[in-house]
């Protein structure tokens, strides 16, 4: 394996104890997979903050956005020792076959003037709304594109797994646009540029019958509403994607191409992150992929917590050659780590130095 991310020494950066809980009765679990951007000389992350209710020891349960309860959310209960629980996952739980998230999740603000040190809001900054956003939101993308920020976002509920996108220019006031791709999609990034005058996305649909968890693109003449759909990168047999891959944050324009930090899981579900370089004018066509992980779960940090063994990244920031990625370990944790783009190249058998 051949690991180029530099660490950052004080990781983690963020623990769920370092942000309070949206209210009363309610515990943060996790802090997972944070959007990236830089905003009025500070960086910025747009957390996704996982929460449960606070059950006795013989109890398990969830909660889910219900306009229809009084405060807006309805708690379900389940005991413990109910034969038709399976809690096996700690991700999701069965109830007598129906899939049920264990936490409910939201998107919070959290900003930084060194890029280290973060502090998160006291309060959530986008929640779920609606039929398609039951069971929260999650995973977001933060894309700047001819001056506004475009959120791409996973939606989760029980019609299933989409993606919902958002707008703003201030961070104060957003748009709600609503699902751009239907279920079953997830990992969406957005391109910060047109090319060839039309707006262009990477996406993942899911499969659980013939085909597999690919990455996709996409093309939209508008951010709303996408097709020419092409399978841009499947998975590998054998190797360390070769269970599922998905997009992280938005490409990065090099003149090499456009380069896209990209996650991959086995057949353990082991996550890493590889690289993608992508032609510069039809970003349909791979000119390189990743032979072996450019990050992978090696710290403590990384290999054990909520879900182990997982590195995942939908945010970064660019300084000349410098990447910084921000990202999620162990489905836990935020952490932040720095990649020399060069490198990257060097490792696709690309010649970087005019990256």
Known sequence: ???????????????????????????????????????????????RVAEAPVFPEDQVGTLIHDPEAADGLRVLTFRKDDPRLD??????????????????????????????????????????????ETYGIEDCRVTAIEGRFYLTYTAVSPAGIAVGLASTADWEH?????????PCNK??????????????????????????????????????????HECLARVRPG????????????PIRTTAGWLEIYHGADARNRYCLGALLLDGEN????????????????????????????????GHVVDGDTV????????SVICGATLSIRAILATLGVDGAAA
């Not at 992929?289 to 995942?312: C, D, H, K, T, W």
């Not at 910084?324 to 489905?331: N, R, V, W």
């Open 1 to 47: 394996m051949a690991d180029i991310a530099e660490r950052f020494g004080r990781n983690p950066l963020l623990r769920p104890e370092d942000v309070p809980p949206s209210r009363d009765g309610l515990a943060v679990t996790c802090l997972l997979n944070p959007g990236a951007f830089r905003f009025r000389g500070k960086t910025w992350l747009l957390l």
């Open 174 to 182: 957003f748009e709600r646009h609503g699902v751009i791709f239907p």
């Open 187 to 228: 990992d969406c990034a957005l391109f910060p540029e047109r090319v060839g005058g039309r707006y262009w996305a990477l996406h993942r649909p899911a499969s659980s019958g013939i085909g597999s968890n690919d990455i996709w693109v996409s093309r939209s003449p508008d951010l709303l509403h996408w097709g020419d």
């Open 283 to 314: 970003p349909a066509r791979v000119i390189a992929r990743s032979q072996e992980p450019i990050m992978e779960p090696l710290a403590e940090y990384e290999r054990q917590g909520f879900y182990g063994n997982v590195v995942f990244t939908n």
């Open 87 to 132: 809690c096996s996952d700690p991700r999701i739980f069965r109830y007598d076959g129906e899939i049920l998230l264990t936490t409910l999740s939201h998107l919070r603000l959290a900003s930084s003037r060194d890029g280290i040190h973060f502090e998160a809001a006291a309060t959530p900054t986008l929640t779920g709304q609606g039929a398609l």
């Open 324 to 331: 910084t990625l921000y990202y999620g370990a162990s489905d």
């Open 239 to 250: 190797m360390w994607d070769s269970a599922r891959i998905g997009a992280g944050a938005a």
